[in-house]
């Protein structure tokens, strides 16, 4: 009888008993992502992070295919180091309840020592919970809750974020702003202070100001404008309206939430200090942020904008005008051509049916 109790025991432990985080990635369907990190010495700490119970901990497991993708694009490869690794693990357990019903972003501390941040986000029109890693968006496919944490599956290898200058250069949105910081080297604007919040123009945004023409000088002061010191989310944003001081002179830009759809100004271009005279509101620059929260490194974040926002707006209104004049010019020039093409056809028509007449009273 004794023993037949012992038996029932053992067997309703093996099978109700609960996986640990390192179980769990042995049975995964992630084999390549499991035999890498058995394989290789230099990841062998994350067996006896997984394995630990003394806390509760968040797995990122990449399907099979997200590794094979990652390891095709290089982004999991030899030099991948125990630290990006770690960045696929949070130090505190997320109930996935909790995740799904909430409306707000959470930013929340990894196990890694130079990528600390990362971002889960609220259901999407998907209805996945959504990872937000550097320029990585990952879904939580499903989720494992374990002895010592809980496993979210993701259907996109965590990447831990690159710098900044490489995070622009791997946004397709923002080929306009690599090409004017490659060809003017101008990446210390971005790059000689951490913790920063970056609001990046996107391409359609220099399109519209033609900036291949802006002069040096002014670029240099608008793209300081576009940087102010500390790091704000997009949580921040929302929160309250904000003015932020750019790194540009110390002026400054404001942020205001747009009640009806939540959309997030940025507004800039006038300084509370103008006294040049004039309606001020003309002056200012209305940006729509378009996308938030980019993670890089060294604790940097970028949202991108529609619009430029011109820390002289005078340069600005100037560079629009002289666009307007030269449009018209055209405009004027090809009125003109096409009514000396008219008189033209005109005097044309008239002359040959002069020759017709002539013809026939000849012929008479």
């Not at 005078?314 to 008219?342: E, G």
Request: net charge neutral; proline share 2%; glycine share 4%.
């Amino acid at each position: 009888m004794r023993t037949a109790v012992i038996l029932l025991g053992l067997f309703i432990h093996n099978v109700f008993a609960l996986r640990s985080l390192w179980e769990e990635l042995t049975i995964s369907e992630s084999k390549t992502f499991y035999n890498s990190i058995i394989s290789n010495l230099k990841y062998h700490p994350i067996q006896a992070i997984l394995q630990n119970t003394a806390t509760n901990k968040t797995f990122f497991i990449p399907s099979e295919n997200a590794v094979q993708a990652a390891i095709k694009n290089n982004l999991f490869s030899i030099n991948t180091t125990l630290d990006d690794l770690l960045y696929s693990i949070l130090p505190t357990a997320y109930d996935i309840h909790s995740l799904s019903s909430s409306t707000k972003r959470h930013y929340v501390n990894t196990l890694s020592t130079n990528y600390s941040t990362i971002i889960l986000s609220p259901p999407t029109s998907s209805k996945n919970i959504q990872v937000l890693a550097g320029t990585t968006v990952a879904n939580i496919t499903n989720h494992t809750v374990c002895s010592n944490g809980i496993v979210f599956h993701v259907d996109q290898f965590i990447t831990s974020p690159l710098n900044v200058i490489s995070t622009i250069s791997s946004l397709s949105q923002l080929n306009q702003l690599e090409n004017i910081i490659k060809a003017q080297n101008l990446s210390n604007i971005f790059t000689s202070t951490a913790n920063q919040t970056i609001f990046a123009p996107i391409d359609a945004a220099w399109n519209a100001l033609n900036g291949s023409s802006i002069p040096f000088g002014t670029i240099i002061h608008d793209l300081k404008y576009h940087v102010v010191n500390g790091t704000y989310y997009q949580q921040d944003l929302l929160t309250k309206n904000l003015t932020l001081v750019t790194t540009y002179s110390s002026e400054t830009i404001q942020t205001e939430t747009y009640a009806a759809d939540g959309r997030i100004m940025v507004i800039g271009g006038a300084s509370s200090s103008d006294n040049e005279g004039g309606n001020r509101d003309q002056r200012l620059t209305i940006a729509n942020i378009v996308q938030c929260d980019i993670l890089t490194s060294s604790g940097k974040v970028i949202h991108l904008i529609d619009k430029i926002l011109a820390a002289d707006p005078i340069n600005v209104v100037s560079l629009a005008r002289n666009n307007i004049t030269s449009n018209s010019t055209r405009i004027v020039k090809t009125l003109d051509a096409q009514k000396s093409f008219s008189t033209s056809v005109a005097i044309s028509s008239r002359f040959s049916l002069a020759l017709v007449m002539l013809a026939v009273i000849l012929c008479f």
